[in-house]
């Protein structure tokens, strides 16, 4: 099971796809990292409730993230460009050779 952070980071991708009740879900429980029982309570609907909807908006996100590999083309190239912050010239130029190629993933 992957991490909150990691779900919060896919939200800053594909939130817009849910449906408005699970951004608001996952707004309170990933951003503002509240419990089941204080999204109930804030919502009036069962911690059940919250709970199903958080674990289908997982898989949701998941679904997404297999068939756009936007969070994973992200991280790549923040990685080359972290690498690119302390490299030569030439280095560099390798560097943006390969983002280029993330672009084409």
């Given at each position: 099971?992957?991490?909150?952070?990691?779900?919060?980071?896919?939200?800053?991708?594909?939130?817009?796809l849910l449906t408005e009740?699970?951004?608001?879900?996952c707004h309170f429980y990933y951003r503002d990292d509240l419990s089941l029982q204080e999204i109930s309570e804030i919502l009036n609907i069962s911690r059940a409730a919250v709970?199903?909807?958080?674990?289908?908006?997982?898989?949701e996100l998941d679904s997404y993230e297999e068939k756009l590999?936007?969070?994973?083309?992200?991280?790549?190239?923040?990685?080359?460009?972290?690498?690119?912050?302390s490299s030569n010239l030439e280095e560099i130029q390798e560097f943006i050779d390969q983002c280029i190629e993330t672009e084409n993933d």
């Open positions: 099971m992957q991490s909150k952070l990691y779900y919060n980071d896919l939200l800053d991708f594909y939130e817009k009740k699970q951004q608001e879900i709970h199903d909807t958080i674990k289908r908006c997982r898989d590999h936007h969070y994973q083309g992200y991280t790549k190239r923040m990685m080359l460009y972290e690498k690119m912050r």
